[in-house]
Structure formats: C-alpha cells, structure tokens
C-alpha cells in the first residue's frame, strides 16, 4: 500500500512527472492583463493594460534554459530546484509568480499519489500486441494540449486482484482521462 510518507523516496517518479511538465505543459499558453504604463521590454513597445500571452512551451523547451530540450531525460530535474515565485521562471508548467495556480502543492501530491499507487498495483501493457513505439504521439492543440489519439491501456493486478477492481472502477467513473484502462 502506499502512503504519503512514502512518496518523498519515489524520487525517479518525481523527476518523471517534472519532465513530463515540462515537455508537455497542461495549460501551454498564460494570459496575464498587461502593465498600468506603457513600458520598454527587449526593444520592444508594449502599450499600458495590453493582454500578454507567455508561450510555456517555448520557455520550457529553450535551449538557452535546458540542454537538449525536446530530450525526455528526467535525470535532468533531480538536481535542480525549482523556483516558482520568480525571478527565474524557465519552469512554469503552472504559472509562477503571485498568480500561479494555487493548487500546485495538492495536485502534485495528488498526482504522484496516483501513479504511485497504479504502479504498485499494476502491470500494464498495450492491447492487441502494439509495440510502444508503434504509438502515435501526436497532439491536438487547445487550451491545453492533449493527444490526438486516445492511450489505450490494459492493467494486470500483480498485488491484490480485489484492489485492483475498486482502483479500475474509480478511475472509469471519477475521471474525464484520456487513458482509458480496460479489465483484463
């Protein structure tokens, strides 16, 4: 069973969700209301109350900030803080500053929670044979960026079949996922 104490010594799971964030940004655009004055930025004029729209992405994937950065290497955050409150904001998978997303702490202890606990549990592998990298990966762009092809996933209960059922229940009722997870 896992339980939040034990979540500080899952550090690979950590650096995995970080470099997932940071590859893949939930919300890829920010808009914030622009300054009360007219201000110089960069050799740049932007005129007072203009909406500013900060590209996450682009930030997250500058090589300026990361080497090699379309790279998945999820080494790279383990030795490396992370400062949401400024003034370096080359990760900001939830804003940064005085209007980040309040609820960075909980959805991160939450989301480490649940692949945690779907690991524990479970094996996983593809249907119908298809090999990983047989996967399309392309996105479909919105207010947040999601697959263009649902991930299709079947889990094999390798701790207590019994737990398994009620975690595959709960996430086929309470979630709006774009894994859909079938009973093997």
Not at 3 to 18: F, N, R, T
Not at 62 to 84: A, G, I, L, Q, V
Not at 105 to 123: E, M, Q, R, T
Not at 137 to 152: A, D, I, P, W, Y
């Amino acid at each position: 069973m896992i339980h939040e104490a034990g979540l500080q010594e899952l550090s690979y799971l950590k650096a995995v969700v970080k470099e997932s964030l940071r590859l893949y940004p939930p919300a890829p655009l920010l808009v914030r209301q622009g300054f009360q004055e007219s201000v110089l930025i960069a050799g740049y004029q932007i005129p007072k109350k203009s909406k500013i729209m900060i590209n996450v992405t682009a930030i997250s994937q500058d090589p300026r900030n990361w080497t090699e950065p379309e790279r998945f290497y999820p080494d790279r955050s383990s030795n490396k803080t992370f400062d949401h409150k400024g003034p370096i904001f080359d990760y900001i998978p939830f804003g940064g500053g005085r209007r980040i997303c309040p609820g960075i702490s909980f959805g991160s202890i939450v989301v480490d929670f649940l692949l945690a606990s779907l690991f524990y549990h479970f094996d996983w592998k593809l249907p119908n044979g298809i090999k990983p990298q047989d996967l399309d990966m392309c996105e479909k762009f919105g207010s947040v960026v999601t697959r263009q092809n649902h991930l299709h996933l079947i889990p094999i209960a390798f701790t207590n079949p019994k737990m398994g059922c009620v975690i595959i229940c709960f996430l086929r009722r309470r979630t709006r996922t774009r894994v859909h997870i079938y009973a093997s």
